[in-house]
């Protein structure tokens, strides 16, 4: 049975980026991840700082997707393994949502967003569910830690 997540009020919302469980990763504490991630965009800027303090989630993704920010010429080649050290950091930090993402076993993981295309399934499910396929391979890398 497919799990399908988005919205952080759901029973599978921890899976969400958009969770309030907090992590310390290279020297820094990032309220969620993605916090993390958007402000990765921008590391080693003054933006990098401006976006791991915005106040909300989404303020932090507004601010990662603002194109008057200088994005890092390699983000393309190195946003699927900074959104893999997020998320793994963030299960690993928090031992009752890693028991959930355990719990899951060997079924698929899909963030069911209706306008992402990458990150997410998309509105007609077509969309390439990265954050869900990161998911899988933090459970399995977690399992593999137990």
């Given amino acids: 049975m497919t799990i399908y997540f988005y919205t952080t009020n759901s029973e599978s919302g921890c899976f969400s980026n958009f969770s309030r469980h907090g992590f310390e990763l ?3 504490y990032w309220p969620t991840s ?3 991630f958007q402000a990765q965009k921008f590391a080693g800027t003054p933006h990098e700082e401006a976006v791991r303090m915005a106040p ?3 303020a932090a993704a507004k601010m990662g997707r603002d194109r008057k ?3 890092r010429s390699d ?4 946003k699927d393994e900074i959104m893999k050290q997020g998320v793994l950091r963030k299960f690993q930090t928090h031992a009752d949502i890693r028991e959930l993402l355990l ?3 060997d079924e698929e993981l899909v963030e069911n967003s209706p306008v992402d295309y990458y990150w997410g399934c998309g509105a007609d499910g077509s969309g390439k569910n990265k954050l869900g396929i990161v998911l899988m391979a933090v459970r399995e890398i977690l ?3 137990e």
């Fill in 143 to 145: 399992r593999q830690g």
């Fill in 26 to 28: 290279n020297g820094a």
């Fill in 34 to 36: 993605e916090h993390y």
């Fill in 69 to 71: 920010r200088p994005l």
């Fill in 103 to 105: 719990a899951t076993g």
């Fill in 56 to 58: 909300t989630a989404k």
């Fill in 75 to 78: 983000w393309e080649k190195v």
